[in-house]
């Protein structure tokens, strides 16, 4: 199956600092790149997206850094709060195929 | 209604008996998905219906069905439950088949096969 790949699988920031994550793919088919949050008992939820013809998403304290060249994008959550703490999975579609590929997914924990 | 509806929340099932899992909504959504998701593992896409069409991932081609009644339904059945069935099954949907409308998931079911 295509691959998706995410880091950190785990990522603990304070309160007020930027979080990162990373994901790289490797199949040039895919041409939307959506990031999705989970909260504990709950389902994932879209949280931002974006196409390859832009290199950056913003939406909020969120943003979308994506370099088509090397295959990789980015999710940086800005002014971290307590209540982003929560499962965050990157994903790859492939709009012609219509397939959704995930990453293995982030645990965020923000600390107050 | 925005909500994807995924019954039971939690199954247990033994080795070598059938399970039939079941999700609906009403969005009237062209595509509806199962995913399977184990621990430290991405959500793996077993399986998607556009409209009355069933796409099945190759390496899981065999060991699971699906049937899908009418628009709002999709079931995933599994023949005979093996022990690497113990999992979170996710059921999704989204409007059309283009990949950049949202997909909206259920809760979830966890299997747990013993």
């Known amino acids: 199956q295509q691959q998706v790949r995410q880091s950190p699988q785990s990522l603990t920031v304070w309160e007020g600092e930027t979080a990162i994550l990373n994901c790289s793919y490797e199949d040039s088919t895919f041409d939307y790149f959506p990031w999705y949050h989970q909260f504990p008992g709950e389902s994932p939820a879209l949280l931002i997206a974006i196409r390859p013809v832009s290199n950056k998403k913003e939406d909020g304290r969120f943003t979308i850094f994506f370099n088509k060249r090397e295959k990789k994008f980015s999710l940086h959550i800005a002014d971290s709060q307590p209540g982003d703490s929560a499962t965050y999975f990157c994903a790859a579609v492939d709009t012609n195929a219509y397939k959704v590929i995930f990453g293995k997914g982030t645990h965020l924990h923000v600390l107050p | 209604d925005t909500t994807v509806k995924q019954n039971p929340r939690y199954k247990l099932a033994r080795v070598g008996k059938p399970v039939n899992l079941i999700c609906s909504q009403t969005m009237n959504h062209d595509t509806m998905y199962w995913y399977q998701k184990k621990p430290n593992q991405a959500p793996k896409l077993l399986l998607f219906y556009y409209d009355k069409i069933l796409n099945r991932e190759a390496d899981t081609f065999e060991k699971f069905q699906s049937s899908r009644p009418n628009n709002s339904f999709c079931s995933l059945y599994i023949g005979s439950a093996g022990l690497e069935y113990s999992a979170m099954y996710l059921c999704?949907?989204?409007?059309?088949?283009?990949?950049?409308?949202?997909?909206?998931f259920g809760k979830g079911t966890r299997l747990t096969v013993v």
């Open positions: 999704a949907s989204s409007r059309d088949r283009q990949g950049d409308t949202e997909v909206f």
